[in-house]
């Protein structure tokens, strides 16, 4: 039988992998400064070497000052050494005792949960749901998924609050947790600090009974409400580049039965502009681990700026809601459109068509909320085509806040962060984004950048 490693022969791992090395290797990556010797805890296993050579060793490796796991968004950190299951479970026990805290309902609070089918976060989603479930919340587990299939999930099983363990920052080696209260992201400012304070503060279970778990796949119902879009496309050509393995699977699912393609692979490190070039792709979209920001390139490799990019999204919302309505009884336009909004599977270009006055009054213009970082002259833009702006903190709850307030079917900005209106819910989601660049470019044969170009006036 295998014993267990003892003091005198420590396992030695470095951090963020997940199998052991040997202590040569270990020595050998000391020597040669490996970055995460910084945070390693056999750093001063040094071997045979100089004193001298010893002190240099410890002065290379000393570790930087350790990020706060508490970003403006959620938590974040390296993945099994900074974010690990303990750190997971006591925000979820954090979580849990806020959304007691905060229930409306007699009932347990119940939470929707959800990761990203990388096999090095499935502890933390286990101790995620075991940590909820200590604080008395009733766990649905929808397994893989993106912010917008857990956005559904939450609306259509009535649920209290969400959690999505991935990847939101730009590290591959990271990962996070973001929390949702009522359908509402938490941010910075807001109930984020609250839960922040509680997870630094001695958990006070209130019961002594464990919370339910079961596990419901809302998979097939999320691509439902995508799959009108994929229709009557041009055979393009896209290269994804995201870490966002549930994304990734949805696109491929949507597509399989068009000649559309979507070029992928996670081993391809090169520049998503060089990548496009390369595949002579229609354009490139790079994706953040969780499904919410979508930023674009152009046929030529080209950045395409946040705010342009919305501005093409919002001119065809505005468009396929204007000829949804003259399809239909466009005496009263506000009406028409409002009666659709129970169906989830109602397409997001009908909510362009939604005014953000009551129904009476069917003149009244859509809202696009725009993030406050966004250059004043971009209003010019979307005001031209109808909309009425409206500005707001570019934070996600703050972005929520005002999607809601204003009745708003799009809002976004700098961030690549583009948020729609759908039945009961408001949600940020890259393949909605990513769906309607299809279908713009669908219309016509013309690349992207001459698309772009007409959309803003330019010739």
């Known amino acids: 039988m295998m014993s267990e490693p003892s003091e005198s022969q420590p396992e030695y791992r470095c951090p963020g992998e997940s199998e052991p090395i040997s202590r040569a290797m270990h020595l050998a990556r000391l020597e040669a400064l490996y970055p995460a010797c910084a945070r390693c805890p056999h750093k001063d296993d040094t071997g045979e070497v100089s004193s001298r050579r010893a002190r240099h060793l410890a002065e290379a490796h000393r570790p930087p000052p350790s990020p706060a796991l508490f970003d403006d968004e959620g938590i974040s950190g390296v993945l099994l050494n900074e974010l690990t299951p303990a750190v997971a479970r006591r925000a979820a026990v954090a979580f849990g005792l806020h959304l007691r805290e905060h229930n409306e309902r007699e009932d347990w609070p119940r939470v929707v949960l959800a990761g990203d089918a990388r096999r090095l976060t499935t502890p933390l989603v286990a101790a995620a749901a075991d940590g909820l479930r200590f604080a008395g919340c009733h766990v ?217 006055r009551p129904a009476s009054d069917a003149t009244a213009a859509p809202t696009l909320v725009l993030e406050d970082s966004a250059r004043p002259e971009r209003e010019s833009i979307p005001q031209a085509m109808g909309y009425r702006v409206v500005r707001a903190a570019g934070r996600r709850g703050a972005m929520h806040r005002a999607m809601v307030a204003e009745a708003a079917p799009l809002g976004g900005g700098p961030s690549g962060r583009f948020w729609y209106s759908g039945p009961g819910h408001v949600v940020p989601d890259a393949l909605v984004t990513l769906s309607l660049l299809l279908g713009i470019l669908s219309q016509s044969d013309r690349p992207l950048s001459e698309v772009l170009d007409a959309a803003s006036g330019r010739t």
């Open 140 to 356: 649905t587990d929808i397994g893989q998924g993106t912010t917008g299939c857990l956005a559904l999930a939450m609306h259509r099983s009535a649920s209290d609050g969400g959690v999505l363990i991935g990847n939101a920052t730009d590290r591959h080696e990271n990962a996070s947790l973001r929390f949702w209260h009522a359908g509402r992201p938490l941010s910075r400012g807001d109930e984020l600090d609250e839960l922040e304070s509680r997870f630094d503060a001695e958990a006070n279970r209130p019961t002594r009974r464990y919370g339910s778990l079961e596990r419901v796949s809302f998979e097939a119902e999320y691509l439902t409400t995508l799959a009108g879009y994929y229709h009557g496309l041009r055979p393009l050509r896209v290269v994804l580049d995201t870490d966002c393995r549930p994304l990734v699977e949805y696109a491929r699912l949507l597509v399989e039965s068009l000649e559309c393609r979507f070029l992928h692979d996670f081993d391809d490190s090169r520049p998503l502009a060089d990548r496009v070039v390369a595949n002579r792709a229609h354009f490139g979209v790079r994706i953040d681990g969780i499904g919410e920001t979508c930023r674009a390139v152009d046929e030529r490799g080209v950045d395409v700026p946040g705010e342009r990019f919305l501005g093409l999204i919002a001119g065809y919302l505005l468009a396929q809601g204007r000829q949804r309505m003259v399809e239909g009884d466009a005496s009263r336009p506000s009406e028409t459109v409002c009666n659709t909004a129970a169906t989830i599977t109602r397409p997001v270009s009908e909510a362009a068509a939604m005014t953000t």
